[in-house]
């Protein structure tokens, strides 16, 4: 049975009631005779009718068969999140948290943000990353940004190329690590491109292994393990080119260490 209008305190309540000794039913909501939402026993909910729910919050509907998306494709299988206000930096988001975050009345610790950049026609934006630094801050601290056109900024909110990596904090480095399973993965592991505050920049094979310049998918200059520096190939490149020219070559002594000494 249904029960409506079921007062206790302050509570107006919608509920499905067993009968008897039975068990309690779902709650499920039909328009035009069909299906379109249903509250289980257990509080999940579906929208369009899944044949089992996986989630606290499950949709089911036909939605497009490419991540470029269209407006007059299908619009199922969607969720949206629109703002009701329409200026730069306006959007709809999605926050993550915990129980703790909500008994603090806090946004939680991580969110997914939408950030309008232009309000005409169609609308375009950003997609930006952000997360909580500390515990007693009061506001999310944006950290990584999808701009509209394809753009990736870790660190910046303007990323002027495929991918920009900035460090903001005064004094700091940017670097960018690599590693894999074979390397390790603390900050001594891998390989790394860094930028130093000073404006020097740092290549950092930090394995004891060799590093190779590439060119035309062929190794063209190695530096070994063990510091020294090699050609690719042997009695292959030059040094060099007529009219591009090294001005001197410095050595601490003038043997050449060649079958061709003259």
């Given at each position: 049975t249904l029960q409506v209008g079921v007062i206790t305190g302050n509570e107006a309540r919608l509920n499905a009631s067993k009968r008897g000794t039975g068990s309690y039913p779902p709650?499920?909501?039909y328009t035009s005779d069909i299906e379109r939402m249903r509250i289980?026993?257990?509080?999940r909910v579906s929208l369009g009718a899944p044949a089992a729910v996986r989630a606290q919050l499950h949709v089911l509907g036909t939605g497009q068969t490419t991540a470029a998306l269209t407006d007059a494709g299908n619009r199922g299988a969607m969720l949206r999140l629109?703002?009701?206000?329409?200026s730069a930096g306006n959007g709809g988001a999605i926050t993550f948290g915990t129980n703790q975050?909500?008994?603090?009345?806090?946004?939680?610790?991580?969110?997914i943000k939408a950030v309008l950049t232009n309000g005409g026609g169609n609308t375009i934006g950003d997609l930006a990353f952000a997360t909580r630094n500390a515990i007693v801050d009061t506001a999310l601290s944006e950290?990584?940004?999808?701009?509209?056109?394809?753009?990736?900024?870790?660190?910046?909110?303007?990323?002027a190329n495929q991918l920009h990596v900035h460090t903001s904090v005064v004094g700091g480095d940017t670097s960018l690590q690599i590693t894999n399973n074979s390397s390790g993965i603390t900050s001594s592991d891998g390989f790394t491109i860094l930028l130093q505050n000073g404006l020097d920049c740092y290549m950092s094979l930090r394995e004891n292994g060799n590093l190779f310049l590439r060119?035309?998918?062929t190794d063209r200059l190695v530096c070994t393990s063990a510091g020294n520096t090699r050609?690719?190939?042997?009695?292959?490149?030059?040094?060099g080119q007529s009219g591009t020219r090294w001005s001197a070559v410095w050595a601490a002594n003038g043997t050449i260490q060649t079958s061709d000494e003259r």
């Open positions: 709650m499920v909501f289980a026993t257990d509080g629109s703002d009701l206000a329409g975050a909500d008994t603090a009345d806090s946004l939680g610790f991580a969110a950290r990584m940004r999808i701009a509209a056109l394809g753009q990736v900024g870790i660190g910046t909110s303007a990323p060119t035309n998918d050609p690719g190939a042997d009695n292959t490149y030059t040094i």
